[in-house]
């Protein structure tokens, strides 16, 4: 059903870039079931393209849902994939990489090269950037601050030490840069910890596991979790409402477990291990060395622990999703208590199948 | 103060870029990718004075010594002969080109400018791989080397370049004439060459797309490769590139008259093998006790550089780039001879030259060996 709240028919092209991925093929799916006939899902040749096969398979006659493999690197795709789109999802990033310049390759010169292209398509009506909570900095806020869409983002994103969120500061800057400078009709929106089928494990947030002993490192602080289908209903919503251009949100869920109660259900439904608790002050210190002995040492170890990274990762920290609430009108479709359900029964799954 | 640029700004320009800070008496002057968002965003995490998406301007405003070439192979005989032709000393990272005619022709121009220019073979310059090479130099070898097997193996995943390269039909790595082998197997093959004392040594190769990746609908990707190099009948070496064999080995193995030395890459350590032979039931148990000692002996040392901060992932990097500077500012001779650069090209062109004449010849072959199979057609004749 056509929606006065939205700046698209369900006619219109509607582009999600990433479209393969573990959020993506969820937002494909949601924007079928809102009605959108005329979806193009664009995955890199390396893509394992069987999620979105199957939602075509199924889509009915009346839909279009068109699969696209092409390279965001080159300008041709770009050109060629954004034609016509009125709405562009941009999903595909750099995930994984260990490479400063690799991440940084396949997020910013990819998002670079999508917008460009997006500019020459008259049709264009929303960017939708999909960044990630890594952007901010936590340094300047006391313990257990809150954490939304005002606080600054990293300045020094390099120092960090972390392939990823170097990425995607600077992605999210030159997005901002194609608003201001060529009105780019953009949307950012940044999920914290996505998880679900699809995204087993744990997240580091709770803790690492190194050397064969799980290091738990959240203890009490709130994770900010966020249930893919329900961040898939905010990614899906910053695309479609009208009047939110050049707005940032945050996407977390309600009701956020703690690290400790996420630690001991996994282990309650999901398998047993031993894990030691790291306090706050010990991992802050030990980061605190691992940062001097490399830059002492000139590199010898990266600086992977670090207090930047500390404070993003480990510093306790309230976060809020009262602005996707109020501007999109986002509410939780899946609770987190079945969230986590679902998520533990995929972790099991995955277990057996190893 | 040595004035050092970079072209290409990819992962590799990371490394270069990291250990070229570790030296002392130079400094980057500039870096230049055609894509102006790479080149900033290296000069923006490393101390740099400049970026540049041309190279003419690196070249003419930066007025870099030397220009460390970190582009895609194909690109690397272009690149380095505007380079040469500006006056400016080269370090090319590998492969050093894409043939031994564009090897030669670069090594030529370098000569005839009264330049420098060295190929990126750094793990020849690791820790161990300096003691394996006073070691050869000192005789402990006897005669020889009589025999040398050079391990180089990768795995191969669905993640990170390998992903991409297996994913993509267009992507660059498949343009070289040895694909994925052109890309890796230089360090394995250089290890050899230095070794060698023909100029034009026999070499049979025999390679196939492993099981592994005709299942993930892989046709053109060579990743098993065999080859023999026979040298003037005194010297033979066998070379092993492989994406399924475990471990995944990164060995360099030499045997003389007298002795032999095992290099181990990934370990770091470098154990010596003992020519003679001990008495009756002394060659059962002193020998392992040899062996502890030597791998205690390896241990200590590696944390001794690890205490000392001279044990980066990259130390053969840095030991290369420092010995090219100071070659370049002492006119003292190169870390790498020209010679061993060129036969390491002369090498990977035979293989590559058989890998794809036995390709064409034996569509569809399970294996492809240039010299058997064309025997098998002379017995068919």
Not at chain 1, 221 to 246: H, M, Q, W
Not at chain 2, 75 to 102: M, N, W
Request: glycine share 8%; hydrophobic share 35%.
């Amino acid at each position: 059903m056509e929606r006065d709240d939205f700046i698209v028919r369900q006619d219109d092209l509607i582009l999600v870039t990433g479209a393969t991925g573990f959020i993506g093929s969820r937002l494909v799916a949601n924007l079928m079931d809102r009605g959108f006939r005329n979806v193009r899902c664009l995955a890199r040749p390396s893509s394992k393209i069987g999620r979105v096969k199957a939602l075509s398979a199924s889509a009915s006659d009346a839909s279009r849902l068109e699969v696209v493999t092409g390279n965001l690197l080159s300008r041709e795709d770009c050109a060629a994939v954004t034609r016509g789109a009125s709405v562009i999802f941009h999903l595909a990033a750099g995930r994984g990489e260990k490479s400063v310049a690799d991440a940084f390759l396949n997020s910013v010169v990819t998002t670079r090269n999508v917008m460009e292209a997006s500019l020459q398509n008259r049709s264009l009506r929303r960017f939708v950037n999909v960044s990630s909570f890594t952007v901010y900095t936590n340094g300047n806020k006391p313990k257990g601050g809150l954490l939304d869409e005002t606080c600054p983002v990293e300045e020094h994103p390099q120092g960090r030490g972390d392939a990823y969120c170097y990425a995607k500061v600077k992605q999210d800057e030159i997005v901002r840069q194609y608003g201001s400078r060529f009105g780019l009709p953009y949307v950012i929106v940044r999920p914290g910890y996505v998880y679900g089928p699809g995204n087993e494990g744990i997240t580091a947030r709770v803790g690492i596991n190194t050397f064969g002993i799980f290091l738990h490192l959240g203890g009490s602080n709130t994770i900010p979790f966020s249930y893919v289908d329900n961040c898939v209903e905010a990614i899906a919503l910053a695309g479609l409402k009208r009047g939110v251009e050049g707005e940032v949100f945050n996407v977390v869920d309600d009701d956020l477990p703690s690290s400790r109660q996420f630690l001991r259900e996994y282990k309650r439904n999901v398998k047993r291990f031993r894990s030691i608790y790291l306090p706050h002050a010990m991992s802050y210190s030990l980061s605190y060395l691992w940062e001097q002995y490399s830059s002492w040492s000139r590199g010898q170890l990266p600086p992977v622990f670090n207090r930047r990274d500390w404070q993003v990762t480990w510093k306790k920290t309230r976060y809020s999703n009262e602005k996707v609430k109020a501007s999109l009108g986002w509410t939780q479709k899946v609770p987190t208590a079945e969230g986590l359900r679902r998520h533990f029964e995929a972790c099991r799954n995955r277990g057996r199948n190893a | 103060m040595l004035k050092v640029a970079i072209v290409g700004c990819g992962k590799i320009a990371e490394a270069h870029a990291s250990q070229i800070g570790r030296i002392d008496g130079c400094e980057i002057v500039g870096v230049c990718d055609r894509e102006p968002l790479m080149a900033q965003q290296l000069y923006e995490r490393f101390p740099i004075k400049r970026h540049f998406s041309d190279l003419s301007e690196m070249l003419s405003d930066a007025k870099p010594d030397v220009i460390h070439i970190c582009t895609p192979p194909e690109s690397h005989y272009d690149i380095a002969t505007i380079c040469l032709r500006a006056g400016v000393h080269v370090y090319v990272e590998k492969p050093f080109t894409v043939d031994e005619e564009q090897a030669r022709k670069l090594v030529a121009l370098a000569i005839e400018k009264g330049l420098k220019i060295t190929a990126g073979h750094d793990d020849q310059f690791t820790h161990v791989a300096r003691r394996m090479r006073m070691l050869v130099q000192s005789g402990f070898l006897g005669n020889g080397p009589v025999h040398m097997e050079s391990y180089y193996c990768y795995e191969i995943g669905r993640s990170g370049y390998a992903g991409a390269l297996l994913g993509d039909k267009g992507h660059w790595v498949r343009r070289l004439p040895g694909k994925l082998l052109h890309n890796i197997i230089s360090h394995g093959v250089a290890r050899i060459a230095e070794f060698v004392s023909s100029e034009s040594p026999q070499v049979i190769a025999c390679g196939f797309v492993s099981p592994s990746l005709k299942k993930m609908g892989e046709t053109e990707i060579i990743d098993e490769l065999r080859v023999i190099i026979c040298d003037e009948e005194s010297t033979t070496a066998y070379f092993t590139f492989s994406s399924q064999m475990r471990p995944s080995l990164h060995q360099f193995r030499m045997y003389g008259s007298e002795n032999g030395l095992i290099l181990d890459h990934d370990d770091e350590t470098l154990i010596k093998l003992r020519g003679a032979r001990y008495k009756s039931y002394a060659e059962k148990f002193v020998p392992p006790l040899q062996f502890a000692a030597q791998y205690l002996g390896n241990l200590r040392g590696n944390l001794a550089k690890f205490l000392a901060r001279d044990f980066h992932m990259k130390s053969g990097m840095k030991y290369l780039i420092e010995s090219f500077y100071r070659s370049i500012v002492e006119d003292s001779p190169l870390p790498i001879s020209y010679r061993e650069i060129l036969l390491t090209a002369k090498i990977m062109d035979e293989i590559f030259a058989q890998l794809n004449v036995s390709q064409l010849q034996g569509e569809g072959a399970e294996t492809t060996s240039a010299r058997s199979s064309l025997k098998i057609k002379e017995v068919h004749l």
